[in-house]
């Protein structure tokens, strides 16, 4: 990726620092299914997708749950929060497809908020978004059944993966939603019964 497509995509941090950021840190181009960071691991990069997708989720007795999607131009605010307060991560991320992914120095961070205002305006703008998420979830657990939770899941995921069809992994859906696989499992079929999804071959797809 050239340089002026990397500044494109992080042009919210206006011009001069973002300038800073792209000389101060890493590029990588990350295969999909690689964990870049880990709970309880202390945080040493703050992410910022510049193309693919990564996901963010906590384990709770082996379970997993969904947090939220990093999409490109978005970074990750438990990572500012975890450097901020300097406490190990609280959550898990990993590539969901090959990802191109800047990652910004955490030791830099201290002298950045200093220094560039506009990066106040990242963090917050994260948060924000991120708040918007959890009372999206919130809303759709106490008020959605899961036949609705898992229709919404699956244009979510079709939406920001600009795929029509998707793998399909009861498990990982379960995972994602916050239930078992069983669960998951007789939803889709009662959607393929009633004709909102069609499924062949491990894939998904909403008719």
Not at 181 to 207: A, H, P, T, W
Request: glycine share 4%; charged share 30%.
């Amino acid at each position: 990726m050239e340089k002026k497509e990397i500044i494109a995509k992080i042009s919210f941090l206006g011009i001069e620092l973002a300038e800073k950021v792209i000389q101060d840190s890493d590029i990588k181009e990350i295969a999909p299914g690689i964990e870049i960071l880990k709970e309880l691991q202390y945080v040493n990069y703050i992410p910022i997708v510049l193309e693919g997708l990564v996901k963010v989720y906590s384990k709770f007795e082996e379970r997993e749950l969904l947090l939220y999607y990093i999409q490109p131009s978005e970074s990750c605010v438990m990572s500012f929060s975890a450097v901020l307060q300097n406490q190990p991560s609280k959550v898990f991320a990993v590539t969901e497809k090959k990802s191109t992914i800047l990652l910004m120095p955490a030791s830099r961070l201290p002298f950045w908020l200093q220094s560039f205002p506009a990066i106040h305006k990242l963090f917050f703008r994260e948060y924000d978004k991120r708040y918007t998420d959890l009372l999206e979830t919130i809303h759709q657990v106490l008020f959605n059944n899961m036949d609705k939770r898992v229709i919404e899941y699956l244009v979510m995921k079709s939406k920001i993966t600009g795929e029509k069809k998707l793998g399909y992994s009861p498990t990982k859906i379960a995972g994602e939603l916050g239930t078992v696989r069983e669960v998951i499992s007789r939803v889709i079929k009662k959607l393929e019964e009633d004709g909102k999804v069609k499924i062949e071959k491990n894939i998904i797809e909403i008719v």
